[in-house]
């Protein structure tokens, strides 16, 4: 078995004294393990940070085996963003989501686009990537098969209005429709609706309702609780807009 | 076929990293042919440290005295303190010797893969000292990786409350470095910590 391919970067462990257990998130091959040999000397380990962009070759005599990586840089956004708390924890947060949601060798292309499209908003420090961040949430569950209905009310089925999302069904409901249950449901923040610009407090909102899900329909199942990274980039997020907020 | 001891001896030699069991076999091998001038010293030195060898309760560090000798020197600057992941940080700050302040040793990295928390690495323990050994300039000396910057930033913002400078270490070009020869990110990282000239 040998193909080659490229991928990022979600995870490595160290195995034995030189080698590493490279968890990456390939184009074709979804997320995909292998062994770096020397992954653990001084040459690789700068490649081997979450979040970079690795052309790979895999090799393995039989395709149920683990097999080994060879590996080249193509984009180190791990470099980019060691400066930043929030862009560091972003990173970190939606690599921490794929490794903890994908199942193994599950291909997923249509989020290989997105996520390099964040890491490069991320290294660019473009005004907009918090948007991109929950949006790219989102397209995980919907990859998953959990995707939330945001197109029309779950009650009336108007198009108009819509302010919340149900916690059950991840199906929009009208501020109309949800009267005394309002404080029941999920806000829906108007950038997931269309909108290009969205306050801080609506990133917080999108943060709340992808987390919802992905807790519910992603983690629950196998008891697993949010990855670490992602909890701390939502902390992070409210603990900033509180800082703000006193300023 | 070894006798029992000499096989234990070279399994026991074998677990040491950068040791496998042919390696531990050479080095039994050389020991057991130069008892005096080799294998005795050696376990002469290695009971002397089981024995005598501990944490520093002050900052982590490995020394025969508690607080360790760096603790107890009294022309280092108390008042500033460098934040390592491992003793073998401080071990090559030391090798430096440009650095006249304290140390605090965390012991490893905020690692979701490996499960360490803030109570693994006692960071409420560098905040306590901060306290109240009137800290005024905490130096994050962590990798330039993932785990050491989340590691660094988390222990920013824990510091800052308590009025204390918090610096960390210049990354970018090393000395004899050539640009040609290094990789994209340590020259995106030099390029953002660019200082004027003179």
Known sequence: ?????????????????????????????GRHLGLVRGGAGRRARPLLQRGNRLSCRWRARLSEHLGSYMIEPLRLFAATVLDDALLLASLDSACGLLDAGLGERDPHPALYAPLLTLFEKLAARAEDWP???VRFELLLLAELGFGLDLERCAVTGGREDLAYVSPRTGRAVSRAAAGEWAPRLLPLPAFLLGGEKASEGEIAQGLRLAGHFIRRHILAPTERPLPAARERFADLWQQRMEEKGKA | MAAAEIDRLIRLLAR???LGPRSAQRAALA????????????????????????RCRVCGNLDSRDPCTICSDEGRDAALVC???????LWAMERASSFRGRYHVLGGTLSALEEVGPDELGIGRLLA????????????????????????????????????????????VPIGGELNYLDEGTLDAALRARRPVG
Request: proline residues 4%.
């Open chain 1, 1 to 29: 078995m040998d193909w080659q391919d490229e991928g990022i970067v979600l995870s490595a462990r160290r195995h034995g004294e030189r080698d590493a257990l490279l968890s990456l998130f390939t184009y074709e091959h």
């Open chain 1, 131 to 133: 948007q991109s961040y």
């Open chain 2, 16 to 18: 040491l990293p950068g």
């Open chain 2, 31 to 54: 020991m057991l042919r130069r008892p005096e001038v080799l294998m005795t010293p050696l376990a002469q030195a290695l009971l002397e440290c089981a024995s005598r060898i501990g």
């Open chain 2, 83 to 89: 934040v390592v992941e491992e003793v073998e940080d």
């Open chain 2, 129 to 172: 000292r901060v306290a109240e050994d009137a800290v005024r300039e905490v130096i994050l000396g962590l990798g330039a990786t993932v785990e050491g910057q989340t590691t660094a930033h988390y222990l920013a913002e824990r510091l800052r409350p308590l009025g204390v400078t918090v610096t960390r270490l210049g990354q970018g």
